[in-house]
């Protein structure tokens, strides 16, 4: 498994992609239960679920404070990612039992978040990408300089970008920002244009070029089967691809993968 749902053009994380299942689930059943048992159900259920997306929010900006207070605006950017699902369940657990109580609703409802639960714990883990080895290509940066990517005994994250992309525009600075002070390598490959192309873009958006590397042919993206942009691939020592990120990322996911990177001996 690559971790990543493709139809055309449109890519999906997996995860993502089962939490909006298991969200709509929920909702559909609670409207059920409105119908058959109890006329709240419907508001409880809908109670429940902004509740829980509220604490799951809250509960990844705290446990990644250092990484938002850089840039505490990104803490609404939601669309990029980043919810504790434990602190989201409890929550809406609490609310359901609070509006609903014992009643045959409240346990059915609860009965249903439980095993929604365990159904996207479970599908997560086996949609969960595989290591898989990261494609050796060589790739020169804006003055010609190469670097092999994929050799083992360097961690590194690579990320996959475009200036047509709009999602790889908004993060380039703070991906920049990251590779200046991160430990370990963390390289943006462009993915099917040329150096005047880059240059241009890093000269009108007052950005430097030290991470840059090109890739004018695609070859990367082809290598890895990914026609997503932006992509972000996090490469262990070994020189596998752990674990891979779709679309725009957030400064407090990357720095939590790259903590991830240098845990792994």
């Known amino acids: 498994m690559d971790g990543i749902l493709q139809i ?92 609903l109580g014992r009643k045959p609703a409240g346990i059915a409802m609860l009965g249903t978040l439980a095993a929604l639960a365990l159904i ?12 898989r080895p990261m494609p050796q290509l060589a790739l020169a940066d804006l003055h010609g300089a190469e670097t092999t990517l994929g050799a083992a005994g360097q961690p590194m994250v690579i990320n996959l970008w475009a200036t047509w992309c709009p999602p790889c525009r908004r993060e380039m600075p703070m991906l920049i920002d990251v590779a200046r002070t991160s430990d370990l390598p963390v390289l943006l490959a462009n993915q099917g244009e040329d150096r005047s192309t880059i240059r241009a873009f890093l000269r009108r958006e007052g950005l430097p070029a030290g991470s840059i590397l090109t890739d004018p042919e695609g070859r990367l993206a082809r290598a890895i089967a990914s026609s997503a942009l932006p ?3 996090f490469v262990n020592a070994a020189g596998e691809i752990v674990a891979v990120h779709t679309g725009e990322i957030s400064r407090a996911a990357l720095t939590s993968a790259i903590r991830d990177l240098q845990r792994t001996p």
């Not at 669309?79 to 657990?93: C, I």
């Not at 996207?120 to 290591?131: C, V």
Request: aromatic share 10%.
């Open 120 to 131: 996207h714990a479970g599908m997560a883990s086996w949609l969960e990408p595989d290591p």
């Open 231 to 233: 992509t972000t691939l």
């Open 8 to 99: 055309g053009p449109l890519a999906l994380a997996a995860d993502r992609a089962i939490a909006v299942a298991a969200i709509w689930a929920f909702m559909a059943i609670a409207a059920l239960l409105a119908t058959r048992l109890d006329s709240r159900a419907s508001r409880a259920g809908w109670v429940a679920l902004l509740a829980g997306v509220v604490a799951a929010r809250i509960g990844y900006v705290v446990g990644n404070l250092d990484a938002f207070m850089v840039d505490p605006w990104s803490m609404l950017a939601i669309w990029q990612g980043g919810f504790s699902l434990l602190p989201g369940l409890l929550t809406a657990a609490f609310a359901i039992a609070i509006m």
